[in-house]
């Protein structure tokens, strides 16, 4: 009995201690940029870390564009920005990730309505999808993760070097160091091998080399790319796990060892208005600083052809236009 209380006491200890440490290094944007004249566009932004995110940009008075599947659930969000901010200049428009039409269908209504675009935010991501494929052929958890923000990015590319100085924000996760030790470029679909864990941490692994490759390619074009890890957050990532146990019990470890939504959002508003980070392109972000990732994520030559390979599977090519 004696060990058994002794082992409760430690695992309190080191939950409590961890909980304090989150709160004494929790990056904060301290930057008081006013965004008025700014449009940004920020997938996922119903929920969590985008509401967040989408809140204080909204704030600072920039139009916000709100870029979900759910129609339901963007009006919701949109309305209650609206409310919290006061900024009437939050509209809601539908993207569904795991449809490529979906994405070019979005791309081409914003390309047509929208004369700027100052900031894209890649915040939309999701674990437990399961194990099938989209009606383009990718594994759904792949495209959703991945796939369909790279094409979003790259289709959205001429609006934003139009409206430059511009800003893209990848987020990220830690969770990409627990990616495939070597990259597999003939398990990009998760054909040969998967599991929900490892479809999350590759699709970040890859989000993190696409933003490697593409601050080369947009070196001088005063459009700036960067991703991050936000934190852990008491946010609604397992809402697609079946198994109602499962879900629970990841949802209670981490609304313990939670940072709440809003200071998860920190890093993203942080890279999306901070003057500091205004000619930074190219590196990982956590707490508001620069970063060290994982040496994969970093392998230059390997994100040059995971770039070409996402071209393919996307049916897109950067070159073409």
Request: proline share 2%.
């Amino acid at each position: 009995m004696y060990y058994i209380v002794l082992l409760i006491s430690v695992v309190i200890f080191i939950a409590l201690a961890t909980k304090v440490y989150q709160k004494l290094t929790c990056g904060i944007c301290h930057s008081s940029a006013h965004m008025v004249g700014k449009v940004v566009i920020i997938t996922g932004g119903n929920s969590g870390i985008g509401l967040e995110t989408a809140k204080n940009l909204a704030e600072r008075g920039a139009r916000v564009i709100i870029a979900c599947r759910s129609v339901k659930r963007g009006t919701e969000a949109k309305d209650e920005i609206i409310q919290a901010t006061g900024n009437a200049d939050v509209v809601y428009r539908h993207l569904d990730l795991a449809s490529l039409r979906s994405v070019r269908d979005f791309c081409e209504k914003i390309n047509k309505t929208e004369s700027r675009l100052d900031v894209l935010i890649n915040n939309a991501g999701a674990g437990g999808l399961g194990n099938y494929k989209t009606e383009d052929g990718n594994h759904i958890g792949m495209q959703v993760n991945y796939f369909g923000p790279f094409l979003l990015t790259c289709l959205l590319l001429p609006l934003l070097k139009s409206s430059a100085p511009s800003r893209i924000v990848n987020v990220s996760s830690l969770m990409h160091k627990y990616a495939d030790a070597e990259m597999n470029f003939e398990n990009l679909n998760m054909e040969k091998y998967w599991s929900d864990y490892l479809v999350y941490a590759n699709s970040k692994l890859y989000m993190n080399l696409t933003t490697v490759e593409l601050a080369r390619r947009l070196k001088g074009t005063g459009v700036t790319v960067n991703s991050l890890h936000p934190g852990v957050s008491a946010t609604n990532l397992f809402r697609n796990i079946r198994s109602k146990v499962i879900r629970g019990i990841l949802n209670m470890f981490i609304g313990f060892l939670y940072q709440s939504p809003w200071e998860a959002a920190q890093t993203s508003i942080y890279l999306a208005v901070s003057r500091d980070v205004q000619d930074v392109s190219g590196c990982y972000f956590s707490d508001c600083r620069i970063a060290k990732p994982s040496r994969l994520s970093q392998d230059v030559e390997i994100a040059k052809r995971l770039w070409t390979e996402s071209e393919k599977l996307v049916n897109f090519s950067l070159d073409d236009k």
